[in-house]
């Protein structure tokens, strides 16, 4: 089984590159975000640590997470960020290692591992490969702006709390540009994938 680190900065398209390898190739993907956030919510295993330092604020009017002030908090201040990802990240790599493990009994062939944090994370020590999906940081803010609707505050601090892009050159082993048409993209992905 080939284990696949698929990474970018906010906006780079990663889940439409996940979606098609899993549509056009079978990949298993696995989204470190969906695993934090399951981990997350009331009664998963990083709930009470979370509240215990960030406080009953941070809570909605059913207990759970609001994942917007949190957001709030961790993108404007670097050290809160650090905080929680020492608080959620050694539970998501708990859960990835199940996950691979689980996958190599079903003789998955390609198993991707999508996180934003993938680099700072280290999970590139258990990727065969880590690629880096690319795309210029104005038509990351474009895609914010109108597919999320994201204010610009918002998008800066993201962008901002995010490995530059001449980090994610030096870790990764590929680099997938999708500044472009889709169609372009999935070229680049067919003849990665044919070259594994």
């Not at 998955?108 to 999906?133: H, K, M, P, R």
Request: aromatic share 8%; proline share 2%.
């Amino acid at each position: 089984m080939k284990i696949i680190g698929i990474t970018g900065g906010v906006g780079a398209g990663k889940t439409e590159v996940l979606e098609y390898l899993n549509n056009r190739y079978g990949a298993t993907v696995c989204q470190t975000d969906q695993i934090a956030k399951k981990l997350q919510k009331k009664g998963g295993v990083c709930y009470d640590a979370i509240v215990q330092h960030f406080g009953r604020d941070v809570l909605d009017g059913k207990e759970e997470l609001d994942r917007e002030k949190l957001g709030g908090i961790v993108f404007a201040d670097p050290v809160q960020r650090d905080i929680l990802n020492r608080i959620v990240h050694p539970a998501v790599k708990e859960e990835v290692d199940r996950l691979i493990a689980q996958e190599k009994r079903k003789n998955t062939n390609l198993f991707l591992i999508e996180s934003a944090i993938l680099i700072e994370a280290q999970y590139g020590d258990i990727c065969d490969e880590v690629w880096y999906i690319y795309v210029e940081d104005s038509a990351r803010r474009n895609r914010l702006f109108y597919a999320r609707g994201y204010d610009s505050k918002k998008i800066e601090e993201i962008i901002a709390a995010q490995l530059p892009k001449e980090q994610f050159l030096k870790n990764c082993d590929r680099v997938i540009d999708n500044n472009g048409v889709f169609a372009e993209t999935m070229a680049q992905l067919d003849k990665i994938v044919k070259d594994l």
